[in-house]
């Protein structure tokens, strides 16, 4: 069965510094890869997605995510953190060989950027 | 702008009294879908459309229905709310059905069933 596992809760970083959130995968075919961002009272807005190709993928307002398919994962990535990254971030997956055109979300990890 | 809109954004209800949830995209998408976030587990889907005329169930489509009589339209309903429906919806759209494309999601509109 697919699944999306984001092990961590919350990540905390200071500002200025570089941030990861983790997420890790399981599909039975290739998978289609995304990252989401929701921000306080707001909804969903699309980061960045893998499809195929170039394993480090190029997103919005600075984000990166790296694609590792031996260690079925898709870090999200940022170089220097800012106070207004902080929000709560979303893995999907979507199974290559899906009927359906679902995303099967991880749990969400909450990125607190300290000042 | 292009964009899917869902209203209303915030509900109040009562057991038992029926109420539907409305979704529009101006994107002329094919897909849409609805989704419920519920702290721990993240998103799950409900229903989905993979064009006019054309539903069908999601994980968690117990004691919701929902219509696609427009291409633009997605209305979700609950015929009977109870306290478990209290949630946050999510209403997504993408251009294909297939593939890689990108769902882009609604505002969302956050339930209370009393």
Redesign the interface.
């Known amino acids: 069965a697919q699944s999306?596992a984001q092990p961590e809760d919350q990540v905390n970083v200071a500002e200025g510094n570089p941030l990861t959130v983790k997420c890790t995968y399981s599909v039975s075919g290739n998978p289609?890869l995304?990252w989401?961002v929701q921000y306080p009272n707001?909804?969903?807005?699309?980061l960045l997605?893998y499809?195929?190709g170039d394993n480090l993928v190029k997103g919005s307002y600075g984000f990166e995510a790296e694609f590792n398919k031996s260690q079925t994962s898709f870090h999200l990535k940022k170089p220097s953190a800012l106070v207004s990254d902080s929000a709560l971030y979303?893995c999907?997956v979507?199974d290559e060989g899906?009927?359906?055109?679902?995303?099967i979300?991880?749990?969400?990890t909450l990125l607190a950027v300290q000042p | 702008e292009a964009q899917?809109t869902q209203n209303p954004r915030y509900l109040i209800t009562v057991t038992g009294k029926k109420l539907t949830v409305t979704c529009s995209q101006n994107m002329n998408h094919e897909?849409m879908?609805w989704?419920r976030q519920d702290p721990?587990?993240?998103?799950?889907?409900i229903y989905?459309s993979?064009n006019v005329e054309v539903t069908?169930k999601?994980?968690v489509p117990e004691g919701y229905k929902v219509s696609r009589k427009e291409k633009r339209n997605f209305p979700l309903i609950l015929e009977s709310p109870s306290p478990n429906q209290t949630s946050l919806y999510?209403c997504?759209s993408?251009l294909?059905?297939?593939?890689?494309?990108?769902?882009?999601?609604?505002?969302?509109t956050r339930l209370l069933v009393l």
Do not use: H
């Not at chain 2, 294909?96 to 969302?108: A, D, E, H, R």
């Open positions: 999306v289609y995304f989401y707001r909804g969903l807005q699309f997605k499809i195929t979303f999907a979507r899906g009927a359906t055109n679902k995303l979300f991880g749990t969400g | 899917v897909y879908s989704y721990g587990l993240g998103l799950r889907q989905y993979m069908d999601g994980d999510f997504a993408s294909y059905t297939s593939g890689g494309g990108t769902q882009y999601f609604g505002p969302g």
